[in-house]
């Protein structure tokens, strides 16, 4: 039965990537015509589950299946339906429809839970469009900062127009956070976007944590200068100060257990192959599940690109771009996940999460949970993104799990 249900939630991802902004590859940024149409074929999939569905201020699709008590807290189930260029096609959808296949099961057994249990499909997690990331989430959970309205993407269009677009209501964005009691809990499946499931050969884990992340925008500036004149003794050049913080970054992550550090981006000035450049810029990510482990080596890394520059007669400009706190998932629900697990015989394995999801956002106002799914190779982000149907089987027969152990605990 999981087989033939898994096998459905895979032709349904099939079917949602052929809504696309550019044909031939998946792109579906927020508030285009791609998203919309993936939106409402998601719509009509709920309602045949029994479910009633609404879009909220923000564009986000919401698929309620009453319980037993219909104003009792809901749990919600949830994940993104927007992609970033050139996606693959399970980042973020399959867990919005293994959501749907969970409810599915209930509704096909006339059964009520002692609490509802509502689908949230969010518009906006990768940012593509106007670099915005968890814009359904935000609102959700009542963080959503009204700035951020007048961003424009590469067309001029401003998130406001966008919004109207996706058939939200500007004026009811602050209502469209979650009251007080509405909902118990958040959970989240997601393909893993690593490699480790398939290390450990595992087809689901239970998340730990969602990293902290800080991105770090690093310059070194020494003077430009012809590349077959000027002795190398005699050089300013911050290109070697730019490798040397890239090795010492790399060095830090290897000695230092969870740490991932990335030098993800590097730009020369004037950046001509016969130019020592007269400045570099690099963009460095960290991420750690546990903070203080990410924040000294974020120190350590500013006191090394220092001690680079003084060495080399350079002047280094250090400047953090975006600093976010670790998330722990709530450990009760995750509890509740990892039971569930184990109660499919698979071997339980708990992971921390590098990726951000909308359960960063979602963990500010409900206790939240992840589930993941084991990706080969552990490639995202792209079109070779792949799932095995018997694993997205096991992740079924765990939703399945999940929402029994829960109505049993409310009853």
């Given amino acids: 039965m999981t087989t033939d249900r898994a096998a459905s939630i895979l032709a349904r991802c099939d079917d949602l990537a052929a809504f696309t902004e550019e044909?031939?590859?998946?792109?579906?940024?927020?508030?285009?015509?791609s998203l919309l149409a993936a939106r409402d074929a998601i719509a009509e999939w709920m309602r045949a589950a029994g479910m009633c569905t609404r879009i909220d201020a923000i564009g986000t699709l919401r698929g309620r299946y009453e319980g037993e008590t219909a104003n009792?807290?809901?749990?919600?189930?949830?994940?993104?339906?927007?992609?970033?260029?050139?996606?693959?096609?399970?980042?973020?959808?399959?867990?919005?429809?293994?959501?749907?296949?969970?409810?599915?099961?209930?509704?096909?057994?006339?059964?009520?839970?002692?609490?509802?249990?509502?689908?949230?499909?969010?518009?906006?997690?990768?940012?593509l469009r106007f670099q915005t990331t968890y814009l359904g989430s935000c609102a959700l959970a009542g963080t959503f900062e009204p700035a951020l309205l007048d961003y424009v993407d590469a067309d001029g269009v401003t998130l406001r127009e966008a919004i109207a677009a996706c058939g939200g209501h500007l004026e009811a964005l602050a209502a469209a956070a979650l009251?007080?009691?509405?909902?118990?809990?958040?959970?989240?499946?997601?393909?893993?976007?690593?490699?480790?499931?398939?290390?450990v050969d595992l087809p689901v884990g239970v998340v730990t944590a969602i990293s902290g992340q800080?991105?770090?925008?690093?310059?070194?500036?020494?003077?430009?200068?012809?590349?077959?004149?000027?002795?190398?003794?005699?050089?300013?050049?911050?290109?070697?100060?730019?490798?040397?913080?890239?090795?010492?970054?790399?060095?830090?992550?290897?000695?230092?257990?969870?740490?991932?550090?990335?030098?993800?981006?590097?730009?020369?000035?004037?950046?001509?192959?016969?130019?020592i450049p007269g400045r570099?810029?690099?963009?460095?990510?960290?991420?750690?599940?546990?903070d203080p482990a990410r924040q000294r080596v974020v120190a350590a890394l500013e006191e090394r690109a220092r001690e680079i520059a003084a060495r080399r007669s350079l002047d280094a400009h250090w400047r953090i771009m975006r600093d976010h706190s670790a998330v722990p998932c709530d450990a009760t629900l995750a509890d509740r996940l990892?039971?569930?697990?184990?109660?499919?015989?698979?071997?339980?394995?708990?992971?921390?999460?590098?990726?951000g999801h909308d359960a960063v956002v979602m963990a500010t106002?409900?206790?939240?949970?992840?589930?993941?799914?084991?990706?080969?190779?552990?490639?995202?982000?792209?079109?070779?993104?792949?799932?095995?149907?018997?694993?997205?089987?096991?992740?079924?027969?765990?939703?399945?799990?999940?929402?029994?152990?829960?109505?049993?605990?409310r009853a």
């Fill in 23 to 33: 044909p031939g590859r998946i792109t579906r940024p927020y508030g285009t015509a």
């Fill in 72 to 127: 009792a807290p809901a749990l919600l189930i949830g994940s993104h339906i927007d992609s970033v260029r050139d996606a693959g096609r399970y980042d973020g959808p399959l867990g919005v429809l293994l959501g749907i296949a969970a409810v599915e099961r209930l509704a096909a057994a006339g059964r009520r839970l002692p609490f509802p249990v509502e689908i949230v499909a969010f518009p906006d997690e990768e940012g």
């Fill in 179 to 199: 009251h007080p009691g509405e909902a118990f809990g958040y959970v989240e499946a997601h393909i893993e976007q690593g490699p480790h499931l398939e290390a």
């Fill in 214 to 275: 800080t991105r770090i925008l690093a310059s070194f500036t020494g003077e430009a200068g012809h590349a077959g004149t000027v002795a190398m003794h005699l050089r300013r050049d911050p290109m070697p100060a730019a490798a040397e913080l890239i090795l010492a970054a790399e060095a830090l992550a290897r000695e230092t257990p969870g740490l991932l550090a990335t030098a993800g981006k590097i730009e020369a000035d004037p950046g001509a192959s016969n130019v």
């Fill in 280 to 290: 570099v810029d690099l963009a460095l990510d960290v991420r750690h599940p546990e």
């Fill in 338 to 355: 990892a039971e569930a697990v184990a109660a499919t015989g698979t071997r339980l394995e708990r992971l921390p999460s590098g990726a």
């Fill in 365 to 409: 106002c409900l206790p939240i949970a992840m589930l993941f799914v084991r990706c080969a190779k552990g490639i995202s982000h792209n079109p070779a993104e792949a799932v095995a149907a018997a694993d997205v089987a096991v992740a079924v027969e765990v939703f399945d799990r999940l929402l029994d152990g829960l109505a049993a605990d």
